[in-house]
């Protein structure tokens, strides 16, 4: 791959108005606004990240994480920039380069816009109503891929189809973003047939043309039967992801009382070497407030990940251009900052993620998902009936819950259930429930 092409200010839908022109905004800073400024982006504010929302001590949301991994993401871009300046001084690579920044912090904010209600949890509540639940009797009315695309429902792919499906009564495009932000954001580049056991994969089969018009004006190369190398954008951006969720998991575990103040120091001066760890304890010592103090050693631990994972893809590059998968830049951090990553990793599965309240979540979640997909999915597929009739009025128009295809209408009810808030998809559950209905 060459990076003359991989960065393309180019927009999907809207490529016959393509216009090359230097201007005061570049396309790929117009791409994170458009998206600062959007529904979807906003509807995050009330989508659980891990712990319940809301409460009265404030933990991260969908919204705010995605800042969070923006801001890293753009600092972590803007370093590996620097590192590779060098070598492209005074050619027209080293111009183009000076973009990664803003996709970079673009592809961050916009890498969770897909994700149902209720966290991950919310994923595998939709996949497994297909492959253990009602949906079971959807199969043999789907392709072989079609069913993949459902049976391993994915954030990931939810959000390139966020970003790209023309809606009804929306333009051509989707959002029209540029094509290096929308290739950015493809972790798994590789349609849902190759999603393995971690049900993980890129794009569904109706975004699949959306995805090879990307990948062949970035001369991204195919690896064959659906499978796709990566844009090497997409290692920074998957590491500002690990890196905040892994820590700021961790920092909000403590003020919740998860984990002790003792439990996070250790966890987070392993970040550091011996010497300035001395110099960090002694700087915690004007500092009296115990999440003051998780504060300052979190924001030395991104830091030191940041500038080492930056280094990593920089030292990688030819290699990522190559197409090699070269796995997460977490992973190839110098040793004393891969194992403390690893320890925070252990952490979260162990204290964090099994949590009560992070369980009874999960729980009351599931039960509320699956209760929504099996009415709407109901009434979509027998639109005839009375009660069917009266849930789709609560269906937006902008979804077609006539397309011509089972697939298509399928995929109606989840683009409806995959865009609803934690709020408001628990306040359907109680209507359609009646156990709440407006006031009189």
Not at 180 to 185: D, F, P, V
Not at 235 to 256: G, N, P, T
Request: proline share 5%; with cysteine.
């Amino acid at each position: 791959m060459d990076w003359t092409r991989l960065i393309s200010d180019k927009r999907l839908g809207l490529e016959e108005f393509h216009d090359p022109r230097t201007q005061i905004r570049s396309d790929f800073q117009r791409d994170y606004d458009r998206l600062v400024f959007s529904s979807p982006f906003r509807r995050l504010q009330n989508k659980t990240q891990v712990f319940p929302l809301p409460g009265s001590i404030f933990v991260h949301n969908r919204l705010t994480h995605s800042l969070e991994v923006s801001s890293v993401g753009r600092s972590m871009a803007r370093e590996a920039w620097l590192r590779l300046a060098p070598k492209y001084d005074g050619t027209p690579t080293g111009r183009i380069l000076l973009q990664i920044p803003d996709i970079v912090a673009t592809a961050c904010l916009c890498h969770d816009l897909g994700n149902p209600p209720f966290g991950h949890s919310g994923e595998r509540t939709i996949s497994t109503w297909f492959s253990e639940g009602n949906g079971l009797g959807l199969r043999d009315r789907l392709s072989p891929r079609q069913w993949a695309d459902f049976s391993s429902f994915e954030g990931n792919a939810n959000s390139f189809r966020l970003l790209t499906h023309q809606f009804r009564g929306r333009r051509k495009g989707g959002f029209a973003m540029t094509y290096s932000t929308l290739a950015s954001i493809v972790k798994y580049p590789w349609t849902s047939l190759h999603a393995g056991e971690k049900g993980k994969f890129g794009f569904f089969s109706s975004e699949e043309e959306h995805y090879r018009k990307v990948s062949a004006e970035l001369g991204i190369p195919s690896l064959g039967d659906g499978v796709f190398a990566r844009h090497p954008l997409v290692y920074l951006m998957e590491a500002a992801d690990d890196i905040c969720y892994q820590v700021m998991d961790i920092e909000d575990s403590h003020r919740l009382g998860i984990l002790s103040t003792e439990e996070v120091r250790a966890l987070l001066l392993g970040f550091f070497p011996v010497e300035q760890q001395a110099r960090m304890q002694r700087a915690m010592g004007y500092l009296d407030d115990p999440n003051e103090q998780v504060g300052y050693m979190r924001s030395g631990a991104i830091g030191a990940m940041v500038g080492d994972c930056a280094r990593v893809f920089a030292e990688k590059e030819e290699s990522l251009l190559a197409g090699e998968h070269c796995g997460p830049l977490v992973r190839l951090m110098e040793p004393r900052l891969a194992e403390a990553y690893e320890a925070c990793s252990a952490t979260a599965w162990t204290r964090i993620y099994c949590a009560p309240d992070v369980v009874d979540v999960d729980i009351a979640g599931n039960r509320i998902l699956t209760y929504l997909m099996d009415h709407l999915m109901e009434a979509v597929l027998n639109p005839e009936k009375n009660s069917s009739k009266l849930l789709l009025l609560k269906i937006p128009r902008q979804y077609d819950t006539s397309a011509p295809t089972m697939y298509e209408r399928v995929q109606s009810v989840l683009d409806h259930i995959s865009g609803m808030t934690d709020v408001y998809a628990l306040d359907l559950f109680r209507k359609l429930n009646g156990h709440s209905l407006p006031a009189v």
